[in-house]
Structure formats: C-alpha cells, structure tokens
C-alpha cells in the first residue's frame, strides 16, 4: 500500500486496487418504515377532513360548502386509492428481513425504494393540493366576535 502526505505533513494510508471494498448494507426495515410513515399519512389526513367537514356549524359558515363537499368526497377517494398502491408496493417486501444478500435481492430493493418515491412524488401532487383547499375554505370562515 502506497501512502501520501496527508494535513500537517502526516502520511495518510492509500488502499490499493486488490483492498476490499465492503458495501453500504441497507436493511429492508428501511423499507419497512418508509411503508409504516406513508401509511400514516393515509390514516391521519382522512381524519383530519372528516373531522373538519363534520363540523355543521362551519360547514354553514362556508363561501362555497358544496364544491368543499365535493373536494372532500374526491380526497378520501384518492386516499383509498393511495392506500391500496402503498399496500401493494409492501406486499412485495412484506417478508424481506436483514440486508439483501444477491445482487438480484438489492436490485428488488431498489426498484421497490423507487416505487415508494413515486407513489410519494405522486401523492404530494393530487392528495396535498386538495387538501390545502379544504383547510384554506376552513381557515377563512369568520369567527363570530364574543360580545363584551
């Protein structure tokens, strides 16, 4: 092995060609989280919705309750739709333990890695902006003033 001169003149190890070169190992409970955290996502914003549009009293202090209505209707439908994609990227890693082993293993790892980043790229795009929407109708209901 060669060396080279390093910070403060120091001789600093080279590896040479022949040293082995271990690979990052990257579990599949990486994957598993990923699963867990969008999945989270598509509990909690059906949650957040149907508490706001449960609310009667806001409902009816709405510019446009309809086209809120209808927003809504299309979000949880979109989220289900979601939910039963993210199921179906997880199926195919559901019982995957450990780091992969072969090379055809780390390759199914990485395409699955890559549909998880679609589905979210995906998701951000036609979940969130309906979202927002309804949040945005909901936050600029007046708010009757207390009498004093």
Not at 89 to 98: F, L
Request: hydrophobic share 35%; aromatic share 6%; glycine share 4%.
């Amino acid at each position: 092995m060669s060396t080279s001169s390093g910070r403060r003149g120091r001789q600093q190890p080279i590896p040479s060609s022949s040293a082995q070169r271990r690979e990052p190992e990257f579990p599949w409970e990486n994957l598993n989280q990923c699963y867990h955290d969008c999945a989270a996502i598509c509990v909690r914003v059906p949650q957040q919705i149907t508490g706001l549009i449960g609310d009667r009293d806001a409902v009816a202090l709405l510019g446009d309750p309809a086209k809120v209505a209808a927003t809504a209707e299309i979000l949880l439908r979109d989220v289900n739709h979601y939910l039963q994609r993210l199921q179906n990227i997880h199926r195919k890693h559901r019982d995957c333990t450990g780091v992969p082993k072969t090379p055809d293993e780390l390759m199914k790892q990485i395409q699955i890695a890559e549909e998880y980043a679609s589905w979210e790229q995906s998701y951000n795009l036609v979940v969130v902006p309906s979202v927002e929407f309804i949040v945005q109708a909901f936050a600029t209901i007046e708010q009757p003033v207390a009498a004093a």
